[in-house]
């Protein structure tokens, strides 16, 4: 059988560092096929080279037998190739249904555009996705976890018989997963070839057929059968080593006093009476699926969205807080973003300017001066432990790869030295060995008497993590859940919430 798609023998390098060397893919029809590997092994390298976003050094790729050599993503397209790349691709101040049938929008230039068409097809598409949203909104006032479902439904959208998925299930939650799982079960079914990164390895076993595993820019394996391999085996050829499993006991409810209390909250997002408290050494942890309203929580305690009713008090005093600078600077609280590109970094700026960010004020002298010593001494530490692959602190970070920029984000937040972080999905696009220095880096931060309130979509790192969990749905708390540790038991109380409130809802 000719395969779908083969990569042989490709190399790309970028200023000072050799991305892929020598690395060879093949992708059968009718499969999916795991690509795994740490932040920085060239997955998204790979992916680009493919969809014409990167020219290969050296190396050809084969379409169907054919070699081919695509000088943008449209002719990749074109030729039945499809991508969601870890990175989202979305035209913000267009539509929903735009952005999904935006291959489809006219024929040329001056071709007239049903719109109505175009949303009615779209919504199709959402629904498929399990996303009853209005595909006239325009995707600049979507949820991070929504534009990661409608970038997928536009891949859908174009039909195509070559599908890669970069981190696809990044901001999603094990509903969401399940529900895509779904649908790339049936198109594997229909014969179309299926790339799937990931870092969450039990999603890797739940779905794919075959695996191929980079490791530092080459092949540690590839195309090998994945009933013949273990997690170790993958985790071994991922990271050269075995596992760190960290087995955490439970933490006692700490007795102090509250540093930040909610009390009968209320917002212009939609919030209603949200009364909840965090103490410092304590790790709050808030649960909800894709539109639960977590984030918009998180901005609304940090000033960016309009406080309607209720209160919040930080050290049992009430709190104004107009903007993330007015949290930091006033009241200590920091604020890891789900969404590193638009609010996590300044892409243009390097390493070492996003790392530094959070401390530059602390850290400059009388007369406001800061030398880069002053601040490489300070962000050094926290970049060392979680292991930043960059040539230099002085490189553009927009050129460092996804997971790579995500643990810049989480580490300028753990550099400044905060009362209160709020942490919104820490360790999308991380490796499985740098998530777990990054949950030790947490726990490390609660028992030096940070205050933690973190928002993640991975249930297992939820219940690895968290002390006690809140469990969100439609922009309300539902439940409290008391984290023993026990993955089954938490996990079944959580979704016992949200699905008590969903059939509350369909009854009404």
């Given amino acids: 059988m000719t395969a779908a798609l083969e990569v042989l023998h490709a190399s790309k390098s970028f200023p000072g560092v050799k991305a892929l060397d020598d690395v060879s893919l093949t992708l059968q029809p009718g499969s999916i096929h795991a690509l795994l590997g740490e932040n920085g092994a060239g997955k998204s390298t790979l992916i680009k ?8 050094d050296a190396g050809e790729v084969r379409l169907n037998g054919q070699a081919v050599g695509f000088a943008n993503p449209r002719q990749a397209v074109a030729a039945g190739i499809g991508a969601v790349h870890q990175e989202r691709n979305l035209v913000t101040r267009f539509s929903i249904g735009e952005n999904i049938m935006l291959e489809r929008l006219g024929a040329h230039a001056l071709s007239p555009i049903d719109y109505g068409q175009i949303h009615a097809e779209a919504a199709k598409w959402l629904a498929l996705l399990d996303l009853y949203i209005d595909p006239r909104r325009p995707v600049s006032s ?14 859908l959208a174009l039909q195509t018989r070559v599908l890669l998925l970069d981190e696809p299930t990044a901001s999603l939650t094990p509903n969401e997963s399940q529900v895509l799982f779904g649908i790339l079960r049936r198109l594997r079914d229909d014969g179309v070839a299926i790339v799937f990164v990931s870092h969450k390895l039990e999603e890797v076993f739940d779905l794919c057929d075959t695996v191929t595993v980079l490791r530092d820019g080459r092949n540690a394996c590839s195309g090998v059968p994945l009933k013949d391999l273990d997690r170790q085996a993958v985790v071994k050829m991922m990271i050269g080593r075995d596992e760190r499993i960290a087995k955490r006991a439970p ?14 909250v209320a917002t212009s997002a939609g919030h209603r009476d949200i009364s909840f408290s965090v103490r410092p050494g304590e790790i709050i942890g808030l649960y909800g699926l894709v539109g639960a309203g977590r984030s918009e929580l998180a901005k609304a305690i940090l000033g ?4 309607t009713g209720g209160e919040i008090r930080v050290a049992g005093k009430p709190a104004a807080i107009a903007s993330p600078a007015d949290a930091l600077h006033k009241y200590g609280i920091g604020y890891v973003s789900e969404d590193r590109k638009q609010e996590g970094l300044i892409l243009l700026h390097s390493v070492l300017g996003n790392a530094g960010i959070t401390v ?5 002298n009388a007369l406001g001066f800061l030398r880069d010593r002053t601040i490489i001494d300070h962000t050094a530490p926290v970049l060392r432990q979680l292991e ?6 002085y490189q553009t970070i927009g050129n460092l790869s996804g997971g790579n920029q995500q643990k810049v984000s989480v580490a300028k937040w753990i550099a400044a030295g905060v009362k209160l972080l709020i942490i919104d999905e820490p360790t999308v696009g991380i490796d499985i060995k740098t998530k777990a220095y990054l ?8 028992e030096q008497g940070t205050a933690i309130l973190l928002i993640t979509s991975d249930m297992p790192e939820m219940v690895d993590v968290a002390d006690h969990i809140l469990v969100m749905s439609g922009f309300a708390i539902k439940g409290e859940v008391e984290n023993d540790r026990n993955y089954e038991r938490v996990s079944q109380a959580i979704m016992g919430f949200i699905h008590d409130n969903a059939s509350t809802g369909a009854a009404a």
């Fill in 251 to 264: 933490r006692p409810r700490a007795e102090t006093a509250p540093y930040l209390e909610l009390k009968n």
């Fill in 49 to 56: 080279i493919v969809t014409g976003l990167h020219r290969p």
């Fill in 439 to 446: 949950h030790d880096l947490i726990h490390d931060l609660a």
């Fill in 388 to 393: 930043v692959k960059t040539p230099s602190v």
């Fill in 360 to 364: 530059w004020r602390r850290l400059s």
């Fill in 142 to 155: 979507l949820s991070v976890a929504q534009m990661q479902l409608v970038e997928i439904g536009k891949a």
């Fill in 304 to 307: 960016q969205i309009r406080r």
